[in-house]
């Protein structure tokens, strides 16, 4: 699986920004697909996932601000931001993992496929 983000760009405080994940390849439909963020000097950091039979789990920082969603025939992975905010800044990866342990989801290194990464800027 191959996966590309786009969408990312420059917000206002309390602006929406939705952030795409297209990806290619015969099995998308088999995988779970995630979005994690990473701050300059942070950690990358786990936002949330959809399965592939389209359940969704949330990191509590994000839960009721984001919503992801996916589109198997499209081949492609939303990521709806809303009521962004200055500490939303960072760069926005996807990535596909072949499980939907709620455990093993949360963790970037168990993930397989990984995205190129789309720069969000939140301004105050």
């Known amino acids: 699986v191959q996966l590309q983000a786009s969408g990312g760009g420059l917000a206002q405080t309390g602006d929406s920004l939705r952030l795409s994940c297209a990806a290619s390849?015969?099995?998308?439909?088999?995988?779970?697909i995630g979005w994690f963020r990473q701050a300059p000097g942070k950690e990358r950091e786990f936002l949330a996932t959809?399965?592939?039979?389209?359940?969704?789990y949330y990191a509590d920082s994000v839960k009721g601000r984001f919503t992801i969603s996916r589109d198997n025939v499209k081949k492609t992975t939303y990521l709806q931001m809303d009521s962004l905010k200055p500490e939303d800044t960072a760069t926005y990866y996807c990535a596909a993992i072949y499980t939907s342990h709620v455990a093993t989801i949360q963790v970037s290194s168990k993930y397989e496929y990984w995205g190129q990464g789309t720069l969000v800027t939140v301004s105050s």
């Open positions: 959809a399965s592939r039979s389209g359940d969704t």
């Open positions: 390849g015969r099995t998308f439909s088999s995988y779970t």
